[in-house]
């Protein structure tokens, strides 16, 4: 759109494209030029895609365990022992502070 000096538009101009068109003579000159890419995987990714891997294969919780704790508490036999979970919860503060 173009506006004169006093601030009035005057026309519309149509949008250009940011698209350019490769001549046919530079095609053939840059693809014989073209350097050459190379990639570079750094170790530690390495390292933890194969313990992504071995982790995926391990179950993440202990089944038989969990279908006990939920058959006591069906059955109303479950206790808790807020002793033994204050423990853990310390524990469990001490390893995440000493990372």
Do not use: C, H, R, W
Not at 22 to 33: E, G, N
Not at 83 to 94: E, R
């Amino acid at each position: 759109m173009k506006i004169d000096n006093a601030g009035n538009v005057t026309g519309f101009y149509p949008a250009q494209s940011k698209i350019s068109k490769p001549d046919s003579d530079s095609d053939s000159d840059s693809t014989a030029a073209a350097p050459s890419e190379s990639v570079a995987i750094n170790p530690l990714a390495s390292q933890i895609s194969a313990a992504s891997q071995s982790m995926g294969s391990e179950p993440t919780f202990d089944t038989s365990k969990v279908e006990s704790i939920k058959s006591a508490i069906a059955s109303g036999q479950f206790q808790i022992n807020p002793d033994n979970i204050a423990d853990g919860l310390i524990q469990s503060t001490k390893q995440l502070l000493a990372s």
